[in-house]
């Protein structure tokens, strides 16, 4: 069945410090999302990409989609306290609504 | 518009008891689904509900089933409850192909 792969499981950054979280299907995905979900709180929406090579940003994340639609990233410039929480990717396959969820990274960020 | 809204928000049982959560879905969402989440293994699909039938099954034992109502309502019951079971179950509910939106949860402990 399909897989989402993500890595790293934990990440611990100083404040100011960059971040990446990398997510990798086993099939190609009709989109991906991406949501943060905050200690003791729930998964929120992020955003989605659709497109072949798309590229989004909000503020100081930027998310990527690769070219084949099996691969994604989700950039965090200069993190902040507030960035802390868990980073979730999920993907569909193409011409189904099951939403496959990476396993998450977790981010720390100190002071 | 009011979220998507879950309850019991907390809840502990013990083990061999059944536990019954409800989900009220974003007005005008008909698919509902739910997930589990513990520590250790992420967020993992239990099924998914479109217009009262059952449209995706996650990898779960016969003890977790659902249902969804006429009006988009869902609920997912557990049956012989094992201390495995503690988690918090998640309900999202969607259009279509389109983002999903997930409710506060319920904390569920089988002691």
């Known amino acids: 069945g399909q897989q989402v792969m993500q890595i790293p499981q934990y990440q611990h950054v100083q404040e100011g410090e960059d971040f990446t979280t990398y997510c990798n299907s086993s099939t190609t995905l009709s989109n991906i999302q991406w949501y943060k979900q905050r200690p003791g709180g729930h998964p929120v929406f992020l955003i989605q990409?659709?497109?072949?090579?798309e590229v989004k940003k909000q503020k100081r994340l930027t998310f990527q989609f690769g070219e084949a639609k099996k691969n994604s990233s989700l950039h965090i410039t200069a993190t902040q306290t507030t960035d802390v929480g868990t980073y979730f990717c999920a993907g569909r396959q193409g011409g189904s609504e099951k939403l496959v969820f990476g396993k998450g990274t977790k981010l720390t960020v100190n002071p | 518009k009011a979220g998507v809204t879950q309850t019991p928000r907390y809840l502990i049982k013990t083990r061999g008891q059944q536990v019954t959560l409800s989900c009220s879905p974003i007005?005008?969402?008909?698919?509902v689904s739910w997930y589990q989440q513990t520590p250790g293994q992420g967020l993992q699909f239990l099924f998914e509900y479109f217009s009262e039938t059952q449209r995706n099954k996650g990898n779960f034992p016969g003890r977790f089933s659902g249902r969804q109502f006429s009006n988009s309502r869902s609920e997912m019951n557990v049956s012989t409850l094992e201390l495995g079971d503690s988690a918090l179950y998640l309900c999202a509910s969607s259009a279509p192909g389109n983002t999903i939106y997930f409710g506060e949860g319920s904390w569920l402990t089988v002691v």
């Open positions: 990409l659709v497109k072949s090579g």
């Open positions: 007005s005008g969402h008909r698919s």
